[in-house]
């Protein structure tokens, strides 16, 4: 079992940028890959991004390629959203997840892979 809280989240100017935290506690942080999921209002829950148990292995969603940026550093058992250049679009509550069923350098993109989530963070992008 693990434990998620997402941080970061706010209020920013388009073509801004914010950095979203995901600390982990429970069972070791190297056993899960991790994703980044967002919802905005009145739409489903949708993949942003995913990072492997190694690190070595990382996903996005074809429209935030070259904007969004995850990371993970083991040691920490914290997961990382670098988000530049913030659009009005990307206003959202943002989820992080771990996924427990990976091998080492594996990912997935659809929520039903992950087994835990976090309680999400706001993020607001002002045009």
């Known amino acids: 079992q693990v434990q998620l809280v997402e941080s970061g989240g706010g209020l920013v100017q388009a073509g801004g940028s914010l950095r979203l935290s995901c600390a982990a506690s429970?069972?070791?942080?190297?056993?899960?890959?991790m994703g980044w999921f967002r919802q905005a209002p009145g739409k489903k829950r949708e993949f942003v991004a995913v990072i492997s148990r190694s690190g070595g292995t990382t996903s996005y969603a074809d429209s935030l390629k070259g904007r969004f940026t995850i990371s993970r550093d083991n040691a920490k058992s914290t997961t990382y959203l670098q988000m530049n250049s913030l659009k009005p679009e990307d206003t959202a509550v943002y989820f992080c997840?771990?996924?427990?069923?990976?091998?080492?350098?594996?990912?997935?993109?659809?929520?039903?892979?992950?087994?835990?989530w976090g309680q999400g963070t706001q993020v607001t992008v002002s045009s």
């Open positions: 429970g069972r070791t942080f190297s056993s899960y890959a």
């Open positions: 997840a771990a996924d427990s069923r990976r091998l080492y350098t594996e990912v997935v993109t659809t929520e039903r892979g992950y087994d835990y």
